[in-house]
């Protein structure tokens, strides 16, 4: 009946489709998932097995590790991830976020345990007010009810307001990250000795979420992993 009167569309480009919540074949077939071989620690799909070397690091998180463990990305960030991420974080397009989940959950393959925490990236309070809701924080939510693990949407806070990321590079990014992210103090007890996965929609140089895990190993985290929706990479790295 629903169906009839509002028959489902494509996510990304309008199309009719089967089923509510989905994308289109066309769609789905311009979607570059990030599938082996990959830099375990950014997601950063390598042209070949031979480029990643014996440990499969690529050669800037060989030569500066970042605090996480593992790192994992669903698709590349081009066109396609663009027309569901965009709408998700600046148009209310929250339904994109189940979808989204259901692709990181699959490249979070083996990462996830029963008692892993899933915890967003935070926004800013005032951001929060203006958008009214945490892209992250719907990643997050919808890879709990999609996994089994738990998630702790208030896990971490942004101290101070940050301007946009967008446009800047690697060591601009890093310090403007630098000091914003903190644990909140209620959440130390559920933080302390667990394994966290901090979720974001987007992955550029990682300098957010380096800010993220390096707050949550101080707090005593026993490891923590990201996982993001989409790596942004070469020529699409400007998001
Ligand atoms: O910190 P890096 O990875 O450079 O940039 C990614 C961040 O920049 C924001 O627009 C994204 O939503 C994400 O939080």
């Avoid at 310090?175 to 667990?194: P, S, T």
């Avoid at 966290?196 to 987007?202: A, N």
């Avoid at 800010?211 to 989409?230: P, T």
């Amino acid at each position: 009946m629903l169906d009839t009167l509002f028959p489902p569309h494509c996510l990304a480009c309008g199309a009719d489709v089967m089923q509510a919540g989905l994308l289109c074949a066309t769609c789905v077939s311009q979607l570059h998932l990030i599938t082996s071989p990959y830099c375990h620690r950014c997601a950063l799909p390598f042209p070949s097995r031979a480029a990643g070397g014996a440990t499969l690091t690529c050669t800037a998180c060989a030569e500066n590790p970042p605090p996480w463990r593992e790192g994992r990305a669903a698709m590349v960030y081009d066109d396609l991830p663009r027309q569901l991420i965009l709408p998700l974080k600046y148009a209310d397009r929250t339904e994109n976020a189940t979808l989204l989940a259901r692709y990181m959950a699959a490249a979070a393959r083996g990462l996830v345990e029963k008692d892993s925490i899933f915890i967003p990236v935070p926004l800013h309070r005032v951001r929060l007010f203006t958008r009214r809701y945490n892209q992250a924080a719907l990643l997050a939510c919808a890879l709990a009810r999609q996994t089994g693990a738990s998630v702790l949407p208030d896990g971490l806070e942004r101290l101070r307001a940050t301007p946009a990321l967008k446009g800047q590079g690697r060591t601009r990014r890093q310090a403007i990250m630098q000091g914003v992210i903190g644990v909140r103090g209620h959440r130390l007890g559920d933080i302390a000795g667990r394994h966290v996965i901090v979720v974001d929609d987007v992955m550029t140089t990682g300098a957010t979420l380096a800010a993220c895990a390096s707050s949550l190993l101080r707090a005593g985290a026993a490891r923590v992993d990201v996982l993001a929706a989409a790596r942004a990479c070469g020529q699409h790295e400007q998001q």
